[in-house]
């Protein structure tokens, strides 16, 4: 069997992104055609959320445009046969994050694995994972121990590679999740698989 190219990939995304679950689907199945290497950099969007979860009606958003967001969402979500609830609550995402910058040093399995039933526990089965005990056990299900699910909420090296995630953004002038990086091209948005794979085959020849 011939090997599949590598790619390089950078992603900024968060957890409580309904539309950073939809592309983590869509990159995901570029894993067909290409040995995927992604650098995920984790960005919380909502800083000022409550862990113990807020109804979406308390975003900063008129109510038109979000019925209108959730339209779009809902439609590629059954357009793409991506699980997806209903989404009527929202929450703090940054125990979520810390607990997978955590995970990154137990092995790409075990990172995403967790990285999977995270999106899964929000976005499908409607979990709020600002929850620490929620979290915990979404963690210790992956086979992660408590000694790295404490360090990960108090050791201040995660906590510092957040931060360090926020500078690389602003280095490459990105401002929204989800953001692709495929060398120089960025895409930002509800990016369509085909864009992906067009931008990853770009990035293939540059490398050649």
């Known amino acids: 069997m011939s090997k599949l190219p590598e790619i390089q990939i950078t992603v900024f995304s968060d957890y ?12 995901m199945r570029l894993k067909d055609e290409y040995d995927l290497k992604i650098n995920w950099c984790f960005l919380e969007i909502h800083p000022e959320n409550s862990a113990k979860g807020d109804p979406v009606t308390d975003l900063d958003y008129s109510s038109d445009f979000w019925d209108e967001l959730m339209r779009n969402l809902k439609q590629v979500a059954k357009e793409e046969n991506i699980p997806l609830a209903e989404h009527t609550f929202t929450t703090n995402s940054k125990d979520s994050l810390l607990l997978s910058e955590a995970s990154k040093q137990l092995g790409r399995e075990i990172f995403y694995l967790l990285h999977e039933k995270i999106f899964t526990a929000f976005f499908v089965d409607k979990k709020n994972i600002g929850d620490r005990n929620i ?49 120089e091209r960025i895409l930002t948005g509800v990016v369509d698989e085909a ?10 020849k540059k490398t050649d």
Not at 195 to 204: D, Q, S, T, Y
């Open 135 to 183: 979290l915990r056990d979404i963690a210790k299900d992956c086979g992660i121990d408590n000694n790295v699910i404490d360090a990960a909420w108090s050791e201040p090296g995660y906590q510092q590679q957040l931060l360090e995630n926020f500078n690389h953004a602003r280095k490459h002038k990105i401002k929204s999740v989800p953001s692709f990086v495929f060398g």
């Open 16 to 27: 409580i992104c309904p539309f950073c679950y939809v592309g983590h689907h869509r990159l």
């Open 195 to 204: 864009i992906m794979r067009k931008a990853a085959a770009e990035l293939v």
